[in-house]
């Protein structure tokens, strides 16, 4: 059974960087769009962004856009969300998540396979 870990989450202070990682069991790694969600309290989870398969296309949600860049390494599996210029309102659990098409990227049921997520904490 394919299975995506992630990494990385922790606390931090507003401003300051976290790198997220996430590991995909699947063998055929670079044969899936991957894409990173986060989700608050009591909120629905939301979009953060998404990498085509070879990398060379990447979206973002508009909150994020500048600050997080997303990337992959499709000789190990797995695929970086590197967040800068964090603040209070990126606190969330972010899930990394893996589809097969670069289409209807924002949309959380297009996606067949999710990690269990990794908390990551903003102070003010």
């Known amino acids: 059974q394919e299975q995506l870990r992630e990494s990385g989450g922790g606390l931090v202070q507003a401003g300051g960087s976290l790198r997220l990682g996430c590991a995909f069991s699947?063998?055929?790694?670079?044969?899936?769009?991957m894409g990173w969600f986060r989700q608050t309290l009591g909120k629905e989870r939301s979009f953060v962004a998404a990498i085509s398969r070879s990398g060379e296309l990447t979206y973002y949600a508009d909150s994020v856009k500048g600050r997080f860049t997303i990337s992959r390494d499709n000789a190990r599996n797995t695929v970086i969300l590197q967040m800068n210029g964090l603040a209070p309102e990126d606190t969330a659990v972010y899930y990394c998540a893996a589809k097969v098409s670069y289409s209807a990227l924002p949309s959380e049921s297009e996606y067949a396979y999710w990690g269990q997520g990794t908390q990551v904490t903003v102070s003010s």
């Open positions: 699947e063998r055929t790694f670079r044969n899936y769009v």
